[in-house]
C-alpha cells in the first residue's frame, strides 16, 4: 500500500525558517512534489524532487533521500501570507502517475 | 498566465440526482485528472485520462462516475447518482507530460443533501 506521512500543524514565527518532514512508504517511486494549499483553495505546486538531495527556489527549498523515503520542505524568512497547508506527494508504481497525497501539514505563522 | 478553470464553483444538488462538472484544462496540456478532497481530509486521487482514454482510476472512481472530453477544450466528470458521501470538493488539474508539475482549478464544492 502507499503510506505517506507528515506532521499535522506546525507553528513558526514570521522572518524564521521551518522545516517540514514527509515520509513515505510507496510500492515504487517516480517523484515527491511539494504543493501549497490555503483553506478553501486549489493545491499549488511548490516544488519536484526525483533524484536525491536538495533543490532551491527562491525562499523554498526541497530534499529528497530515496534510500530513507524521505523529504522535507524548507521555508526560509517566513512571511505571514506562508500561512497554508504543505501537502507532499508522491508518484509511485510502474506506468503510474497519480499523486498520492499525504494528509498535509498546517503551517501558522505568528508574527 | 494559463490556468485551469471550473465551473460551477458551487453546486447544490439532491441525493440521487445526476451532476457533471466541467474543467477547461490549460490547452497545450495532454494529461488530465480529477482529484476530490472531502472536508478536512486528505486530497484522494480519481481519475486520469490521456489520448482520449481513462490511463488510471482509483477505487473511488466506481460505476457511477464517468469523464469525457466532449470537444478539444472541455473535460468533465459525471456523477450519475450522487450519494451523501459525495459531497466533497472536487479539483480538475492538468499537466503538459507525465510526472510533471500538475496545474490544479479552482474546483468545485459539491453539496449532496
Known amino acids: 500500500g502507499q503510506n505517506i506521512d507528515q506532521p499535522t500543524e506546525m507553528t513558526a514565527t514570521e522572518g524564521a525558517i521551518v522545516q517540514i518532514n514527509c515520509t513515505y512508504q510507496t510500492s515504487g517511486f517516480n517523484g515527491l512534489f511539494w504543493y501549497q494549499q490555503h483553506a478553501g483553495e486549489a493545491p499549488t505546486f511548490l516544488s519536484y524532487n526525483v533524484l536525491d538531495g536538495l533543490e532551491e527556489k527562491g525562499r523554498f527549498s526541497s530534499f529528497l533521500s530515496r534510500s530513507k523515503g524521505y523529504s522535507y520542505l524548507l521555508l526560509k524568512e517566513l512571511q505571514m501570507k506562508d500561512s497554508a497547508s504543505y501537502l507532499c506527494a508522491v508518484t509511485s508504481g510502474a506506468g503510474s502517475y497519480q499523486l498520492t497525497f499525504g494528509k498535509g501539514t498546517k503551517l501558522s505563522v505568528i508574527p | 498566465e494559463p490556468e485551469v478553470t471550473q465551473t460551477p464553483s458551487h453546486q447544490v444538488t439532491q441525493m440521487g440526482q445526476e451532476v457533471i462538472l466541467r474543467c477547461v484544462p490549460i490547452?497545450?496540456?495532454?494529461?488530465f485528472y480529477w482529484y476530490r478532497q472531502i472536508l478536512g481530509q486528505k486530497v484522494e486521487f480519481l481519475v486520469s485520462f490521456y489520448n482520449n482514454e481513462i490511463s488510471e482510476k482509483s477505487e473511488i472512481f466506481d460505476d457511477q462516475f464517468s469523464v469525457e472530453r466532449p470537444d478539444g477544450s472541455n473535460f468533465t466528470l459525471k456523477i450519475r447518482s450522487t450519494k451523501l458521501e459525495d459531497s466533497a470538493m472536487y479539483f480538475c488539474a492538468s499537466t503538459i507530460d507525465r510526472n510533471t508539475e500538475a496545474f490544479f482549478g479552482q474546483g468545485t464544492r459539491l453539496t449532496v443533501v
Open positions: 490547452s497545450n496540456h495532454l494529461y
